[in-house]
Nanobody
């Protein structure tokens, strides 16, 4: 079974930084693409960033230039480095293995002005 565990969220002021982690099990991590998504209160879940098995990346326009997705295959972990955070980044952040429907429990990110 696929299991995903997100961590690293917290509360920061605008302009601050956080690094989120997602550790996966139940898959051969190195051959799977991974993605980060977020969901704000009252809104639908939206895509933030993806990284392929070969470490090519794509970002939503709203976070491009501020967020970086990267992976450590030895640790079965994908990261999301978030810099220059804005209040509109406030959401619960989730990771996903591309091609699977399973989600982790999410980690809360709150950015105050």
């Amino acid at each position: 079974q696929v299991q995903l565990v997100e961590s690293g969220g917290g509360s920061v002021q605008a302009g601050g930084s956080l690094r989120l982690s997602c550790t996966a099990s139940g898959i051969i991590f190195s051959i799977n693409g991974m993605g980060w998504y977020r969901q704000a209160p009252g809104k639908q879940r939206e895509w933030v960033a993806t990284i392929t098995h070969s470490s090519s990346t794509n970002y939503a326009d709203s976070v491009k230039g501020r967020f970086t997705i990267y992976r450590d295959n030895a640790k079965n972990t994908v990261y999301l480095q978030m810099n220059s955070l804005k209040p509109e980044d406030t959401a619960v952040y989730y990771c996903r293995t591309i091609g699977y429907i399973t989600w982790g429990q999410g980690t809360q990110v709150t950015v105050s002005s």
